[in-house]
């Protein structure tokens, strides 16, 4: 069983209504609404900051050994992962 703990929530009158009408259209609490959006926003957030360190990692990377792949190699191996194709990643080269 996992604790909760409360937490204050400010919201304006007009957000206040939209998240009273979301909670009546889907039926569930206000609260719940609440919970959700925050939940969907910090794996959204957490996801967007994974993808920026790997992004600088693999910049890093590069700077660092000159490896790479051209864009038209990547988007020929994502056009045949696309289509189903079981395609080995094509090798890095500088």
Known sequence: MTTRSTTSLKLDPEMKERVQRLAEIHRRTPHWVMCEAVEQY???EEKREQLRRDA???WSHYQETGLHLS???ADSWLA???AGKDAKQP???D
């Open 71 to 73: 864009a038209a190699e």
């Open 56 to 58: 600088l990692a693999a």
């Open 42 to 44: 910090v794996e959204r």
């Open 91 to 93: 090798k890095c080269h």
């Open 80 to 82: 045949k992962l696309e």
